[in-house]
């Protein structure tokens, strides 16, 4: 996750038991909405992250970054999505020549009108948020950061492939995200080093013209403790996404995971989809407000981000919630 720009701004309860079809059930503040579609499982999507963490940590123009390109595209076709590999030589912020794939997965591409979803699949290089000076320097197995909102949607694509929902739902993996400026260097902090997969997409489309109706980006959806806050820049861009979304994790029974307050502004994924892209897009991403070590959490860009510190109860708030939001479509 990068190094984010931070702006200052200030029942329902659903037992899955299985992996099968949710139960519909209401609570007073959801009277006239149910749940809808089919049970997240989360035990399936903690695999999916602990199988990208087998690969190491998947930095920019290393083998396991290429391993796990292969894996994540076999995992999406085998789910029966059409899958295409964006490949651009992007250029780091210490002028590293950063050999990218954004990875874009489709389900029914036949249809027009459509939905994205987003996460990026590259670890930092740099664990340069760690206590200890000594793993400043170390890669970042980045099973929240990273592995978590992949995993999330393979798991979503899993349950469309055995589903069938009337609309277009284009996955994207995001590349060269986490190459931003470390902490540790001489450089200044500079935005635009971050989320270059991101940056480059949303100048150069996969397909001419592509619109979709909205985006919801998944950054650290795996996290200990995670909550959801409201993060400022999408209010800023997509307020009606923001309140499409919480309101969903409310009727299935999530909304302890997702409080209604402001949370901070990040630079994340999102920004360039908004403003290069122009789809109105939201970034779900965990807000920790007395964390002393991070507002992203203990683990964020420390060598602790590893399987040891997912709970599979936020990954299965987070796909529950995109679920119901993908089902509720019309």
């Not at 579609?37 to 930095?59: E, I, L, N």
């Not at 070590?293 to 964020?300: K, L, N, V, Y």
Request: charged share 20%; glycine share 8%.
């Amino acid at each position: 996750m990068m190094n984010k720009n931070i702006f200052a701004l200030l029942t329902l309860v659903l037992f899955v038991v299985s992996c099968g079809n949710l139960r519909k059930q209401t609570s007073d503040d959801t009277a006239t909405l149910q749940p809808v579609g089919p049970a997240f499982c989360a035990d399936s999507a903690f695999q999916y992250c602990q199988a990208q963490c087998d690969f190491g940590p998947r930095t920019m123009n290393s083998k396991a970054h290429d391993e796990c390109e292969k894996w994540i595209i076999s995992k999406f076709k085998s789910y029966g999505m059409e899958v295409m590999a964006q490949k651009a030589v992007l250029k780091g912020y210490d002028g590293t020549a950063l050999n990218s794939t954004n990875i874009i997965a489709s389900y029914r591409p036949d249809l027009k009108e459509r939905v994205l979803l987003c996460a990026h699949w590259d670890s930092r290089p740099w664990a340069d948020n760690d206590p200890d000076e000594a793993n400043w320097k170390t890669p970042v197995l980045a099973a929240n950061d990273g592995a978590s909102g992949v995993a999330v949607m393979l798991e979503v694509a899993r349950l469309l492939a055995g589903d069938t929902l009337n609309l277009g739902v284009d996955f994207i993996c995001f590349d060269a995200e986490d190459w931003g400026v470390p902490q540790w260097s001489d450089d200044n902090y500079d935005g635009d080093s971050w989320a270059l997969g991101a940056q480059y997409w949303s100048a150069n489309l996969h397909q001419k013209g592509y619109k979709a109706r909205f985006g919801i980006l998944l950054d650290m959806v795996g996290g200990q403790g995670a909550q959801f806050y409201k993060e400022a820049m999408s209010v800023q861009y997509a307020s009606s996404i923001v309140d499409k979304v919480w309101r969903a994790a409310q009727v299935v029974g999530y909304g302890s995971f997702f409080p209604s307050q402001l949370g901070t502004g990040v630079t994340d994924d999102h920004i360039a989809v908004n403003t290069k892209a122009k789809i109105p897009t939201i970034d779900i991403i965990p807000y920790y407000p007395n964390c002393e070590q991070s507002s992203f959490g203990p683990t964020w860009h420390t060598i602790n981000d590893d399987m040891d510190h997912i709970d599979k109860n936020t990954l299965q708030a987070v796909g529950q919630t995109l679920i119901q939001v993908l089902f509720s479509e019309k």
